[in-house]
């Protein structure tokens, strides 16, 4: 199974700060690499799909980037309601394994 | 719009089983990659299992044997029938859409809760 390791486990910033999460993959996943938001008592959210890919509706200030093991999420200015925790997600193969989280607090 | 509503959660005794149902709407379950995806209190997400439209079923390892994913067609429904609940299968459960362009779970419902505890 490939095992996806994010850090850091959590992340405290302010309104206005960029910020970067890492994901990295136990073996090469191409770029069958996707990352969610979820907030507490909701579902996850799409944010990113393909390692870099913004999916529709989501605003431009998150971008992803990566490929092969190593990739990022990152928000360019913080927003009140980007606080929330963030997850990736490969696709190359079953299982289709998750990150342990991210999560993102208020400094 | 797609919609996923999920139901059928609740407590249940180890060794016990529930059967977890997602009604869709906006996406057509037969035309689609349908997956369950849980998590566990103060936990990661995980995925549990995928049925592809040509029919193909995949699991994780931790709920193979036990669990079993299946859609009712006419209903639009996917369902997931969990056997021999463990105390580690407590979680809330959400079914999800697995888009095609890069398998990336772009609809989720909104989970539904399953508690195996005597």
């Known amino acids: 199974d490939i095992q996806m390791t994010q850090s850091p486990s959590s992340l405290s910033a302010s309104v206005g700060d960029r910020v970067t999460i890492t994901c990295r993959a136990s073996?090469?996943?191409?770029?069958?690499l996707n990352w969610y938001q979820q907030k507490p008592g909701k579902a996850p959210k799409l944010l990113i799909y393909?390692?870099?890919s913004l999916q529709s509706g989501v605003p431009s200030r998150f971008s992803g980037s990566g490929s092969g093991t190593d990739f990022t999420l990152t928000i360019s200015s913080l927003r009140p309601e980007d606080f929330a925790t963030y997850s990736c997600q490969q696709s190359y193969n079953t299982p289709y394994t998750f990150g342990q989280g991210t999560k993102l607090e208020i400094k | 719009e797609v919609q996923l509503v999920e139901s059928g959660g609740g407590l249940v005794q180890p060794g016990g089983s529930l059967r977890l149902s997602c009604a869709a709407s906006?996406?057509?379950?037969?035309?689609?990659?349908m997956s369950w995806v849980r998590q566990a209190p103060g936990k990661g997400l995980e995925w549990v299992s995928i049925t592809y439209s040509g029919g193909s079923t995949y699991y994780a390892d931790s709920v193979k044997g036990r669990f079993t994913i299946s859609r009712d067609n006419p209903k639009n429904t996917l369902h997931l029938q969990m056997n021999s609940l463990r105390a580690e299968d407590t979680a809330v459960y959400y079914c999800?859409?697995?888009?095609?362009?890069?398998?990336?779970?772009?609809?989720w419902g909104q989970g539904t809760l399953v508690t195996v505890s005597s």
């Open positions: 393909a390692a870099s």
């Open positions: 906006g996406l057509t379950v037969s035309s689609n990659y």
């Open positions: 999800a859409r697995f888009r095609l362009t890069w398998g990336e779970f772009d609809s």
């Open positions: 073996q090469s996943i191409n770029n069958y």
